[in-house]
């Protein structure tokens, strides 16, 4: 009776213990799904949060100059704007101009619209001509990135210009950091696009 009992107690343990196993093997993937999710929506806010601060910095204290160099009236001072005179009495923020104002508008505009286009090109597979042609919405971001990257770039160059050579007409050089600039600027908005689909695989 007690081998009969004993017997049974162990045919029940490995029951539950394959049972266990069991629930552990199904359980497991789901985790593991979840914990990669996880650590790569972290990555994704880490990459935005950093990307944006170093985008902001560039574009505000460089890009800016180019748009002063270019767009005289952009050198305005807000504070002389009659509703944001309380920025007269603060240290950092009376030093804010319409440059870099314009500067951050770009910044965002451009890391949008090149984000999409790229996200339709390289992920959906669509040809941007076609779709162009086809969509109104592919159409006015395919135009708009285009002028809008056009404009970045010449606002850089004299940028690199003014603060390198003192405003002179041509430089190579500058040309050459220019043509680096756009490539760097549309293979981070590529870099964006993948950590973000990784991070949302459902969008």
């Known amino acids: 009776m007690s081998q009969f009992t004993r017997s049974q107690s162990m045919t029940n343990g490995s029951s539950k213990s394959g049972t266990t196993n069991r629930f552990m093997e199904k359980q497991s993937p789901h985790h593991r799904v979840n914990g990669e999710l996880v650590f790569a929506r972290l990555q994704y806010f880490a990459w935005r949060f950093v990307s944006v601060i170093g985008f902001a ?22 504070h002389t704007i009659p509703f944001l005179s309380w920025m007269k009495g603060y240290e ?9 104002v314009l500067a951050a508008v770009l910044m965002f505009v451009i890391l949008y619209v090149w984000e999409r286009l790229l996200e339709l090109m390289i992920f959906e597979k669509e040809n941007l001509l076609e779709a162009a042609n086809e969509d109104r919405e592919s159409s006015l971001f395919l135009y708009v990135g285009i ?8 606002i850089f160059y004299a940028s690199i ?12 050089t500058a040309l050459v950091a220019t043509a680096m600039w756009v490539g760097i600027v549309l293979v ?15 969008n």
């Open 161 to 172: 210009v003014s603060l390198s050579w003192g405003g002179a007409k041509f430089s190579f």
């Open 57 to 78: 910095i560039l574009y505000a204290f460089l890009l800016s100059e180019g748009l002063r160099l270019i767009f005289a009236a952009t050198a305005r001072k807000l």
């Open 92 to 100: 950092d923020l009376h030093r804010i101009d319409l440059a870099m």
């Open 188 to 202: 981070l908005a590529h870099l964006t696009n993948k950590l973000r689909r990784r991070a949302f695989p459902e």
């Open 147 to 154: 002028v809008i990257l056009i404009c970045d770039a010449v």
